[in-house]
């Protein structure tokens, strides 16, 4: 299984408040994903990495910002939550060195915003 | 735009029946790459096959068997003689042509309950 490790893996905040969820890989795969899983949605990509300091947007990034200082670390941050954002959110990394290309999934973080 | 359609939101079968998961896309992509995903109630994904578009072989994994047409953009799922531990939610994704780089477009997922 890939080393893929997300922290805190619960928060319950109020709105209003700033959160950082970590995303930490071991496997120095090159890409890295956020998503959020929503009923009725299936999983929506926040942001992604291709390599450190280098992030582009998704499908739903709108009051969501991440960082990437480290290859084996993903920030998401949401500057001032909002109950809209209570959700699951996953980390995913791929592009090892295995050429078989996979996409794999950390454990999830259980976010409610309050 | 990409777009994946899992038109069957819940599914219940007894054990030991066969059930086919269905998955359609959509993409302007001449090469993309299709997955799917199982994530039990414990809450994690687990990779099952991911196929790319010039590979139209239907592929078998023991009681799991994909079945990927082209000519009607789908790329069903089956899974014979279902068991109890096959309950799950099953997406099906999608991802474009960038090698390494696959931001996934997946779909609503399809809830699967195999009744003892």
């Known amino acids: 299984d890939a080393g893929i490790t997300q922290s805190p893996r619960h928060k319950v905040t109020e709105t209003g408040t700033p959160v950082t969820l970590r995303c930490h890989q071991t496997?120095?795969?090159?890409?890295m994903y956020w998503y959020r899983q929503d009923p009725g949605h299936g999983l929506r990509l926040i942001h992604y990495?291709?390599?450190?300091?280098?992030?582009d947007k998704g499908e739903v990034s709108d009051g969501y910002s991440v960082s990437r200082s480290k290859t084996e670390d993903f920030l998401l941050t949401l500057e001032s939550a909002t109950s809209s954002q209570t959700s699951v959110y996953f980390c995913?990394?791929?592009?090892?060195?295995?050429?078989?290309?996979?996409?794999?999934f950390g454990p999830g973080t259980r976010l409610t915003v309050l | 735009a990409q777009k994946v359609t899992q038109a069957q939101t819940e599914i219940s079968v007894v054990e030991k029946e066969d059930v086919t998961l269905d998955c359609v896309y959509e993409t302007r992509d001449t090469t993309y790459y299709l997955f799917w995903y199982k994530q039990p109630p414990s809450g994690e994904l687990v990779f099952l096959i991911r196929?790319?578009?010039?590979?139209?072989q239907n592929e078998i994994s023991g009681r799991y068997s994909w079945n990927f047409q082209k000519s009607t953009s789908s790329f069903n799922f089956t899974i014979t003689a279902s068991q109890v531990v096959d309950s799950a939610v099953y997406f099906c994704?999608?991802?474009?042509?960038?090698?390494?780089?696959?931001?996934?477009?997946f779909g609503t997922g399809t809830r699967l309950t195999i009744i003892p």
């Open positions: 496997e120095n795969h090159r890409y």
């Open positions: 990495s291709y390599g450190v300091k280098d992030t």
């Open positions: 995913a990394i791929s592009g090892g060195t295995s050429g078989r290309n996979e996409q794999f």
């Open positions: 994704a999608l991802s474009g042509p960038n090698f390494g780089n696959e931001k996934l477009t």
């Open positions: 196929r790319n578009s010039f590979d139209e």
